[in-house]
């Protein structure tokens, strides 16, 4: 019955909504207003309708029109249609809108930048439900990236609405906003400040244990230990030495711990620098090469769940670019 039907002539659809509003309200001037057209275009349609069908859908009166038989038959089923077609795009729009989104981010982001702000966008949008998945594919790096076979360049991961990386920001086919950039500087227990060895000078670092941060990165040229110190003046201390992690996150929690003193992005470790539980205690801080970008195809990136969160993340990143906004 379905291709039975769709393989007949239909008259179209901008003419079928003419007639439908013209038969609603039994006037061609409050159809014409209802669709922001002429009732000279109401007219045209409703004449085009019945030329196809072969019938007469209005008796034209001396100040009023009003339905044929076969116009009354018709019109039921007609807005009914109607009425259907505009549920299933309501149901659409609010699929989109609500439902799951999956965020694909590097684990210390996740626990030490995302994890403490989330609130605030679930208590704005409650209608959204978050799925967050922590990854290391993530992080832009030669032993753990997914090649795009066309173009040699990182892919987005088929199964997230939004990734949030830390690279270079050259992702083919893909929305991408820049968060933010980091720098790296020795960061400490604030216990480290105090005792018989306490950190003054970099050369104090000396008698330290240094924690180093061995996160797989692409950039040849990030920061260590052996160039924060050079460009310190305190190229004499030793590097050889120390624990290593391969997430930020866990040299930065060894350094609240009082562990040792770690080469650390400050942005990751902003929240326990405001509460006291890191200090920098030098002023002198390296970039790194690499930025944390937000990331999402480009096919679906003005989906409404998408760029709320998008654009919540990047309010979150420069909160005081957020508030010259709303204020203006």
Same mark, same amino acid.
């Given at each position: 019955?379905?291709?039975?039907?769709?393989?007949?002539? *239909?008259?179209?659809?901008?003419?079928?909504?003419?007639?439908?509003?013209?038969?609603?309200?039994? @006037?061609?001037?409050?159809?014409?207003?209802?669709?922001?057209?002429?009732?000279?275009?109401?007219?045209?349609?409703?004449?085009?309708?019945?030329?196809?069908?072969?019938?007469? *859908?209005?008796?034209?009166?001396?100040?009023?029109?009003?339905?044929?038989?076969?116009?009354?038959?018709?019109?039921?089923?007609?807005?009914?249609?109607?009425?259907?077609?505009?549920?299933?795009?309501?149901?659409?729009?609010?699929?989109?809108?609500?439902?799951?989104? !999956?965020?694909?981010?590097?684990?210390?982001?996740?626990?030490?930048?995302?994890?403490?702000?989330?609130?605030?966008?679930?208590?704005?949008?409650?209608?959204?439900?978050?799925?967050?998945?922590?990854?290391?594919?993530?992080?832009?790096?030669?032993?753990?990236?997914?090649?795009? !076979?066309?173009?040699?360049?990182? @892919?987005?991961?088929?199964?997230?609405?939004?990734?949030?990386?830390?690279?270079? &920001?050259?992702?083919?086919?893909?929305?991408?906003?820049?968060?933010?950039?980091? @720098?790296?500087?020795?960061?400490?227990?604030?216990?480290?400040?105090? &005792?018989?060895?306490?950190?003054?000078?970099?050369?104090?670092?000396?008698?330290?244990?240094?924690?180093?941060?061995?996160?797989?990165?692409?950039?040849?040229?990030?920061?260590?230990?052996?160039?924060? *110190?050079?460009?310190?003046?305190? &190229? /004499?201390?030793?590097?050889?030495?120390?624990?290593?992690?391969?997430?930020?996150?866990?040299? *930065?929690?060894?350094?609240?711990?009082?562990?040792?003193?770690?080469?650390?992005?400050?942005?990751?470790?902003a929240r326990d620098l405001a509460?006291g539980r890191l200090v920098a205690?030098?002023?002198?801080?390296?970039?790194?090469?690499?930025?944390?970008?937000?990331?999402?195809?480009?096919?679906?990136?003005?989906?409404?769940?998408?760029?709320?969160?998008?654009?919540?993340?990047? /309010?979150?990143?420069?909160?005081?670019?957020?508030?010259?906004?709303?204020?203006?």
């Open positions: 019955m379905y291709i039975a039907f769709m393989s007949q002539r *239909l008259p179209p659809l901008n003419a079928l909504r003419a007639f439908e509003a013209a038969a609603r309200h039994l @006037s061609f001037r409050k159809a014409a207003e209802e669709l922001h057209v002429t009732p000279a275009a109401i007219s045209h349609q409703i004449k085009l309708i019945e030329e196809t069908l072969g019938v007469t *859908l209005f008796r034209r009166l001396t100040r009023a029109i009003a339905l044929s038989p076969a116009g009354r038959s018709f019109l039921p089923k007609l807005s009914e249609g109607f009425a259907q077609i505009a549920a299933a795009v309501e149901q659409v729009r609010a699929h989109e809108s609500a439902g799951t989104l !999956t965020v694909n981010v590097p684990p210390s982001f996740a626990a030490k930048w995302l994890m403490p702000r989330l609130h605030r966008f679930v208590t704005a949008h409650p209608d959204i439900d978050i799925r967050i998945v922590a990854s290391m594919r993530l992080v832009d790096a030669r032993q753990h990236e997914a090649v795009d !076979t066309m173009t040699g360049s990182d @892919s987005l991961p088929l199964d997230a609405d939004i990734d949030i990386r830390f690279g270079n &920001g050259k992702y083919p086919r893909c929305r991408v906003d820049m968060l933010f950039k980091v @720098s790296v500087t020795p960061l400490c227990s604030p216990r480290l400040l105090e &005792g018989m060895r306490p950190l003054r000078k970099p050369a104090d670092l000396h008698y330290h244990m240094l924690l180093h941060d061995d996160t797989p990165l692409s950039s040849e040229n990030r920061p260590d230990w052996v160039q924060w *110190l050079r460009g310190a003046g305190a &190229g /004499d201390v030793d590097t050889s030495h120390g624990l290593h992690f391969n997430h930020a996150m866990l040299g *930065l929690e060894a350094a609240v711990d009082g562990l040792g003193v770690v080469l650390g992005i400050k942005e990751l470790a509460a205690p030098f002023d002198y801080s390296l970039a790194m090469p690499d930025s944390y970008y937000v990331v999402s195809a480009e096919t679906t990136a003005d989906r409404p769940k998408v760029a709320v969160f998008r654009k919540w993340l990047l /309010d979150e990143a420069h909160p005081q670019s957020a508030r010259k906004i709303a204020a203006g």
